[in-house]
């Protein structure tokens, strides 16, 4: 679907002080541009930032980076962040226009993120071969490892139950261990739960919330992630499936 451009979010995203799209720059030095440095979490793909105004909100003594690939759904995150906050100073997040995708180029170990949330991420599931654009496979893992440490968690919740099944194998093989799961984070009532755009639509329309933590466990992991393959039964599950048809517009559409 295609969002029509927002003319203000650039120009008003350009003026906030907690923005930024230099983001390879502050390598290394993300907590110093924190007034007091603290927890850092890290939020890939907040979209809109609905939930993530509330939870930076209510967590003013962490630190946050908000990260998004474009400035039209910064915009109103931006708008968002600054209409939760209202008078008080807004110093504990910085949101970010970035590929995700290259992320181990904006963040290094130095930058010790202690958590990482993944909310609702683009499914790509109408091709096998689409997967690797997943923000939790492989190529994606092995990146968040090098900044993550030791015993830190990731966040991810989903509609997608493809997206969130084959997702856990891929925590596996890239050295995280599962910590909680629930296949419908309402009903298990886990707090704290910050409702995003997503969430909100998926649940009105009674489809249940799939919640997984994982931590990040210690030593070295032997993975090339670019070859790996799915191991076992959902690969098999996916054989036979693959094409090499150029459908790429449908699934950007995605
Ligand atoms: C389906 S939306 C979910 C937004 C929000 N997290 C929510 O739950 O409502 C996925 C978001 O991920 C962003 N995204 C997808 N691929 C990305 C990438 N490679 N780098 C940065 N952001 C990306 C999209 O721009 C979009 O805002």
């Keep these: 679907m295609h969002m029509r451009t927002k003319k203000w979010a650039k120009p008003e995203l350009a003026a906030c ?14 907590r110093a541009l924190f007034r007091e440095d603290r927890t850092l979490y890290l939020e890939l793909g907040c979209g809109k930032g609905v939930s993530t105004a509330a ?9 946050f980076i908000a990260v998004d690939i474009t400035c039209n759904v910064l915009g109103d ?8 906050y209202g008078d008080a100073p ?3 997040v910085m949101i970010a226009r970035y590929n995700i995708e290259d992320i181990r180029k904006m963040l290094a170990p130095e930058d010790r993120i202690e958590r990482i949330y993944i909310n609702f991420c ?3 599931t109408k091709r096998p071969k689409y997967a690797k654009r997943r923000l939790t496979h492989p190529r994606q893992l092995m ?3 090098d900044f993550l440490v030791d015993g830190g968690q990731i966040w991810f919740k989903t509609d997608d139950l493809p997206l969130f099944t084959e997702s856990l194998p891929y925590f596996k ?7 909680y799961l629930v296949n419908d984070l309402h009903a298990a009532g886990f707090e704290p739960n910050y409702v995003s755009e997503h969430e909100k639509m998926y649940t009105e329309k009674g489809v249940p919330i799939k919640f997984v933590i994982f931590e990040k466990m210690p030593g070295p992991v032997e993975l090339d992630p670019v070859r790996w393959v799915m ?3 959902f690969a098999r599950l996916r054989e036979g499936v693959e094409t090499d048809g150029d459908v790429l517009q449908d699934e950007e559409a995605e």
């Design 17 to 30: 002080p907690y923005f930024t799209d230099e983001a390879e720059t502050h390598r290394g030095h993300w």
């Design 55 to 63: 939870m930076v909100y209510d967590n003013r003594d962490v630190n």
């Design 77 to 84: 995150t931006r708008r968002n962040i600054a209409k939760t």
């Design 90 to 92: 807004v110093e504990n």
């Design 122 to 124: 683009n499914p790509w």
């Design 143 to 145: 990146q968040y490892r």
């Design 173 to 179: 093989a890239c050295g995280f261990e599962m910590r």
């Design 231 to 233: 191991p076992g039964a």
